[in-house]
């Protein structure tokens, strides 16, 4: 093993065990390094205290071009950011003298709005659900819960219902969600999630459960009473779209989007709603306040009689 593959699994670990990093993070930080090591491996680099400015630049030009298909500007972007905090690990560690990627900056990325649903779109997904029936009753959970705080998805499938359970009887009390690297957060539980939460305990889950070889405590079920993954929730989810007929691709993360721009619209501060999200950085939420604004003005173009020639 050369200098280089070692101090890039010494990062890798590093990240997990201590940074705390999701799976997906460090996959996607193994396979940008992966690609790192292989391009200094052709330029003849095996140990990361040789690496030069100059290497880091090409390798982002050579991501730029690609051998096939060109890769994306963010995927660039988050290729050289991984880059860079590898150097910056291998400088901690004793590995090197300097961090050669300090100076090189990631491509510039067009600035991509986030696709929110109308209220109504989103009250005709809530509708789908039958929740007459066990399944429709989980499906009805997963959907509020995810538009109801705007949790990401891989919040809402960690849940387990002691994490719920006191918030029913108390609707002051917040529900507790961990994200990006366990940062904790509170948010409130509104009524119709409280209300879809107890539906499914007392009636849904029970015929889960019984079907599980080893019950466990998770809150939301898969069809043989394990928990439910994040992308079962997603096929859920995509499920749902196509029966409420809303035109176009729906993610979990669309409804976190539209949970940050309906807040937004009736007024709530970009802070709070900063916080509600989990975001380190005010900046990553104010793009919701473009989505807005460009909400505002396609109103404007569409209704008022003075808006065209």
Same mark, same amino acid.
């Given at each position: 093993? /050369? &200098?280089?593959?070692r101090?890039?699994?010494?990062?890798?670990?590093?990240?997990?065990?201590?940074?705390?990093a /999701? $799976?997906?993070t460090?996959?996607?930080?193994?396979?940008?390094?992966?690609?790192? @090591?292989d391009?200094l491996?052709?330029?003849?680099?095996?140990?990361?205290?040789?690496?030069?400015?100059?290497?880091?630049?090409?390798?982002?030009?050579?991501?730029?071009?690609?051998?096939?298909?060109?890769?994306?500007?963010? &995927? $660039?972007? @988050?290729?050289v950011?991984?880059?860079? &905090?590898?150097?910056?690990?291998a400088?901690?560690?004793?590995?090197?003298?300097?961090?050669?990627?300090?100076?090189v900056?990631?491509?510039?990325?067009?600035?991509?709005?986030?696709?929110?649903?109308? $209220?109504? !779109?989103?009250?005709?997904?809530?509708?789908?659900?039958d929740?007459?029936?066990?399944?429709?009753?989980?499906?009805?959970?997963?959907?509020?819960?995810?538009?109801?705080?705007?949790?990401?998805?891989?919040?809402?499938?960690?849940?387990?219902?002691?994490?719920?359970?006191?918030?029913?009887?108390?609707?002051?009390?917040?529900?507790?969600?961990?994200?990006?690297?366990?940062?904790?957060?509170?948010v409130?539980?509104?009524?119709?999630?409280?209300?879809?939460i107890?539906d499914?305990l007392v009636?849904?889950?029970?015929?889960?459960?019984?079907r599980?070889?080893?019950?466990?405590?998770?809150?939301?079920?898969?069809?043989?009473?394990?928990?439910?993954?994040? !992308? /079962?929730?997603?096929?859920?989810?995509?499920?749902?779209?196509?029966?409420? @007929?809303i035109?176009?691709?729906v993610?979990?993360?669309?409804?976190?989007?539209?949970?940050?721009?309906?807040?937004?619209?009736?007024?709530?501060?970009?802070r $709070?709603?900063?916080?509600?999200?989990?975001?380190?950085?005010?900046?990553?939420? !104010?793009?919701?306040?473009?989505?807005t604004?460009?909400?505002?003005?396609?109103?404007?173009? /569409?209704?008022?009689?003075r808006?065209?020639?």
């Amino acid at each position: 093993m /050369s &200098s280089l593959d070692r101090t890039i699994g010494d990062y890798l670990d590093h990240l997990e065990a201590e940074v705390g990093a /999701s $799976v997906h993070t460090v996959a996607g930080y193994r396979r940008d390094l992966a690609r790192y @090591r292989d391009f200094l491996a052709g330029e003849g680099i095996q140990q990361v205290a040789d690496v030069h400015a100059d290497h880091v630049a090409a390798f982002a030009q050579c991501l730029r071009a690609g051998t096939g298909p060109a890769l994306a500007a963010s &995927s $660039v972007a @988050r290729a050289v950011a991984a880059v860079r &905090s590898f150097h910056a690990f291998a400088v901690r560690d004793g590995d090197a003298e300097q961090n050669p990627a300090v100076q090189v900056s990631p491509p510039k990325q067009g600035k991509r709005l986030p696709k929110a649903l109308s $209220v109504d !779109q989103v009250q005709a997904l809530l509708d789908v659900p039958d929740r007459t029936t066990p399944t429709g009753l989980r499906d009805a959970v997963l959907l509020e819960l995810l538009y109801g705080t705007g949790a990401r998805v891989s919040e809402v499938c960690d849940l387990d219902v002691d994490d719920v359970s006191s918030q029913l009887d108390d609707p002051d009390l917040g529900l507790r969600l961990f994200g990006k690297g366990r940062k904790e957060r509170i948010v409130p539980l509104g009524s119709y999630a409280r209300t879809a939460i107890g539906d499914w305990l007392v009636r849904g889950r029970p015929t889960f459960i019984a079907r599980a070889a080893r019950p466990g405590p998770a809150l939301l079920l898969n069809a043989r009473g394990g928990r439910l993954s994040r !992308q /079962s929730a997603f096929n859920v989810l995509a499920e749902c779209a196509e029966r409420a @007929r809303i035109g176009v691709p729906v993610s979990p993360h669309t409804l976190r989007h539209s949970f940050a721009t309906h807040l937004l619209d009736g007024g709530a501060d970009v802070r $709070v709603v900063q916080e509600l999200l989990g975001h380190a950085s005010v900046t990553t939420t !104010q793009i919701y306040t473009l989505v807005t604004a460009e909400h505002l003005r396609e109103v404007f173009l /569409s209704s008022h009689p003075r808006a065209r020639g």
